[in-house]
């Protein structure tokens, strides 16, 4: 079983860094938000959105292991005008409306 050494948030934790070879076999490493400016960890958990947004923007993500709270990469389809989601909504909606337009038509007719 590998040990984990986690390292906490906040200044306590300048000075107190273990450097060596990682990844190793022997260590697994923890940290949290912007210790990734100060080193490299194997595992950076953060569930601030503004923190997330600046890992990500860092490039940081791209090669390390991050795991972020409620994070949501937006699909391609959310490029350009075209919004499927919302174009889906539109039509239920007009389909609905039509229906009940229809239904209203026929409750009149027979008024």
Known sequence: MRKAIVYGNGESRIGHYVY?????????????????RDI??????????????????????????CWFGDWNIIPAYFDGDENI?????????KIKFQINKNILTKINKKL
């Open 20 to 36: 060596g070879e990682f990844p190793n076999d022997e260590y697994v490493t923890w940290g949290c938000n912007a210790i990734y």
């Open 85 to 93: 989601l919302v174009d889906k909504l539109i039509k239920e909606n």
């Open 40 to 65: 490299d960890v194997m595992n950076l958990v953060s569930v601030d959105y503004g923190m997330q947004l600046e890992i990500y923007d860092s490039g940081y993500a791209h090669a390390h292991k």
